[in-house]
């Protein structure tokens, strides 16, 4: 195999991937399909996607808050009952 077509066969799964990410986002969007079906949409108005289900892939970090002192102090607290 030329660097070539190691490129272009890069770029391909890029655009279809293939392989264990294929086979996660299938599962994902069956489990997600199967949990909206039995989901309460009361308790959790938003729908399930499949990335709620794909244990293996990356996602996005949620940005936190760093804990005020007010907070730390309150669960030093909880801790050590002082």
């Known amino acids: 195999m030329t660097s070539g077509q190691l490129a272009e066969w890069i770029a391909y799964d890029a655009v279809e991937p293939s392989g264990e990410y294929r086979q996660e986002l299938r599962s994902g969007r069956l489990c997600s399909l199967l949990a909206n079906i039995n989901r ?43």
């Open 40 to 82: 309460d949409s009361e308790k959790r108005p938003e729908p399930f996607v499949p990335l709620d289900f794909m244990f293996f892939t990356d996602r996005p970090e949620e940005k936190q808050e760093p804990p005020t002192a007010e907070e730390l102090n309150a669960k030093l607290k909880q801790v050590f009952g002082k």
